[in-house]
């Protein structure tokens, strides 16, 4: 493939990343290197990585091991489920959030390094990860 064909290659699956943030309300605070492991096959077409299609991740109850931790990425606060990824001292981690009518559940993954969490989150987003 030349390298036209491979920047066109990329434009579409950029495209398709961002088409998949939009929809679902993402916004980040930095910018980030954000990839969803899509491989353009043909010109015409984006395909997904030959991968099982979800994983589940554990969720636990909030602790304070990263104390000076912020928020990097969040999804929209207009959905009843909220997801935040924070990150502090080389280390990260993703908050879920379920606003429910009287209270709110929040949860949180076990703390990774920052790049296993941010595959993680991409993940998330992209909804292969639960």
Request: glycine letters at 6%; charged letters at 25%.
């Amino acid at each position: 493939m030349t390298q036209v064909g491979t920047a066109e290659s990329q434009d579409k699956a950029l495209a398709v990343v961002q088409r998949l943030l939009k929809e679902r309300g993402i916004r980040a605070w930095c910018h980030h290197t954000i990839s969803l492991g899509l491989f353009a096959n043909r010109a015409d077409e984006v395909t997904w990585p030959n991968r099982p299609l979800r994983s589940w991740l554990e969720w636990r109850t909030p602790y304070p091991a990263l104390e000076r931790a912020r928020a990097a990425a969040w999804t929209c606060f207009c959905r009843a489920t909220v997801y935040e990824l924070y990150e502090g001292a080389g280390r990260a981690f993703i908050r879920r959030t379920v606003q429910l009518d009287d209270r709110h559940e929040i949860h949180e993954t076990a703390i990774r390094s920052i790049n296993e969490t941010r595959a993680i989150w991409t993940g998330l987003l992209s909804g292969r990860a639960r």
